[in-house]
């Protein structure tokens, strides 16, 4: 049977501490269709987000419109530290943070910048299945280089998938075949 010596527990309450005031970026799950108004009440609290969305062709009887949707239903990522998170879950539609074992649990501070650099640069972005199996590649060149994923096609068009595992979702991204090669 192994034993913590306080000095290890020491280091390990210090660890805590340090990640408690650390700033990172973390899901907030909204009530249904609410990711929009919880934007805007994070806005007006002066917490840092992010509100992903990619525009989507609506048909209606008479007309088509072009709306603006959450790129993850559901989901607005906060970049606090757990010291105050308070002030994000009293704001009206968040439900939740997206936690594990009853901790709050950050994204990858990489998968958030893809999708920031995504938007940036004017990719092709749309929502897609959370897919467990498939191809793994690699990027190799562009804004999204070394960026690994998994490889789909869709209408005769190959289209990069990034998993964001916490959430279980993913996106598409239109990618050519040249920037693509296997990862070994």
């Known amino acids: 049977m192994a034993t913590i010596s306080s000095a290890e527990a020491l280091n390990a309450q210090q660890l805590s501490r340090v990640s408690y005031l650390e700033q990172r970026w973390y899901a907030v799950y909204t009530s249904a269709n609410h990711e929009k108004r919880v934007a805007e009440q994070l806005r007006k609290r002066s917490v840092e987000h992010f ?4 525009e989507s062709v609506r048909r209606w009887k008479d007309r088509r419109v072009k709306l603006q949707a959450p790129l993850f239903p559901g ?36 998968d958030v910048q893809a999708i920031q650099n995504c938007l940036c640069h ?22 999204l280089q070394g960026l690994q994923g998994t490889i789909i096609r869709r209408k005769n068009r ?27």
């Not at 509100?51 to 990619?54: D, E, H, Q």
């Not at 279980?168 to 070994?184: G, S, W």
């Open 75 to 110: 989901y607005v990522f906060v970049h606090i530290a757990l010291r105050d998170r308070l002030s994000v879950l009293q704001a009206p539609g968040i439900v939740h943070l997206v936690s594990f074992g009853g901790h709050p649990t950050p994204l990858l501070q990489d």
């Open 158 to 184: 190959l289209r990069f998938v990034l998993s964001l595992d916490l959430l279980q979702r993913a996106v598409a991204i239109e990618l050519d075949a040249m920037d693509l090669q296997p990862v070994n």
């Open 122 to 143: 004017g990719l092709q972005v749309q929502p897609h299945p959370y897919l467990v199996v498939g191809q793994r590649i690699q990027i190799k060149r562009g804004p």
């Open 51 to 54: 509100l992903p969305l990619f």
